[in-house]
């Protein structure tokens, strides 16, 4: 477990200042935030810290706000409480210039986002180097040929999207995300409609992608199983609020009834199984329908 030390609290008095350890160990820190479409309250109160060189996981069913943290994270959305900060700025108080700078050291996997299909698989990798670098082709040829390489792919350099399967065209989004060498890297549902073998090799490499550019991921899923094997913490999400965190072992060991319910895909549990209802029998015809229910 990690530790949020709040440098405000130092008993320090010395003359010395006092080192920032929140963003000396975390790149990622959410304090308190609420957030709300309109009058829909999506997040209430949520506090997570993200430390440096980890992969963590944020998982929790459909609509709980998953997305709509990482917009928050990336400065697309702003809290409408509490503070988002990255690599020790508050990303709620960037002007344009200073959140195009943070942006281009994100590196993003969108939910759905799908490779351009009029571009070789080499056009795709290589599109973000050349929209914001003013790097030599040569230069952005050999960048684009080592992300490919990372992730196994550089055989299909001059393949168009619709020559790949589905999991190699997510490696291939993978290599894009990671194309200007991000300090952040976060994946939005990277495993959704992919074979078990897929998607054990997209997890393995977004492991490794980490490690090896000594970057910080975040990833949000829905894959518990896969999550545990390859993040080093995880946070779940429910009606907007945080309901439990912990390393891999924590989270398998947990008794906590929400846990529980999503590692061991219990259908029933503090997620109930049927959205409320009205009286069936009675909707169906077959006795009358209670007082107060449609
Ligand atoms: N632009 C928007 N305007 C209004 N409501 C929105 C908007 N985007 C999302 N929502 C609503 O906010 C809630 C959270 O959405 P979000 O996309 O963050 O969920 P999620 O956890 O990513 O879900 P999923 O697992 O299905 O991707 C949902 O109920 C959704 O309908
Ligand atoms: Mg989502």
């Known amino acids: 477990m990690w530790i949020y030390v ?4 130092s008993t320090n008095n010395s003359d010395i200042p006092v080192l920032n350890q929140t963003t000396t160990q975390s790149l990622v820190e959410i304090d308190a935030v609420d957030f709300a479409y309109g009058k ?46 990255v690599s020790g700025q508050d990303v709620g108080t960037l002007d344009a210039e200073a959140m195009y700078a943070m942006r281009r050291k994100m590196g993003m996997l969108f939910q759905f986002g799908a490779l351009f299909t009029d571009m070789t698989v080499f ?24 992300k490919l390489d990372a992730v196994g792919l550089r055989g299909t350099a001059k393949l168009f999207p619709a020559e790949l399967s589905g999991g190699m ?19 939005d549902e990277p495993f959704a409609g992919l074979d078990p073998i897929s998607l054990a090799v ?3 490499t977004i492991r490794r992608l980490n490690d090896a550019l000594g970057a910080t991921s975040i990833l949000v899923t829905h894959d518990v199983m896969e999550s545990l094997q390859i993040v080093d913490y995880l946070y779940f999400i429910s009606d907007g609020r945080i ?22 895909a219990e259908l029933d549990g503090p997620t ?9 029998a009675g909707e169906l015809g077959l006795a009358p329908s209670k007082a107060g229910t449609p």
């Open 169 to 187: 065209a997510r490696r291939v989004a993978l290599a894009r995300a990671v194309a200007l060498d991000p300090m952040l890297i976060m994946y």
């Open 272 to 280: 109930p199984f049927h959205y409320p209802a009205g009286n069936y």
């Open 40 to 85: 829909r309250a999506i997040l209430k109160g949520i506090s997570l810290n993200v430390p440096r060189g980890k992969v963590v996981a944020i998982m929790g069913g459909s609509g709980c706000g998953k997305t709509t943290l990482l917009r928050l994270i990336g400065g697309q959305l702003k809290a409408s409480r509490g503070r988002v900060m």
């Open 202 to 204: 997209v997890g393995q």
């Open 243 to 264: 309901v439990g965190h912990g390393t891999p072992d924590e989270i398998r060991a947990s008794s906590e009834p929400f846990i529980k319910q999503f590692v061991h």
């Open 123 to 146: 056009d795709n990798v290589a599109f973000q180097l050349r929209e914001h670098t003013d790097l030599p082709e040569e230069m952005i040829r050999d960048l684009v040929l080592m």
């Open 6 to 9: 709040d440098p405000s609290r």
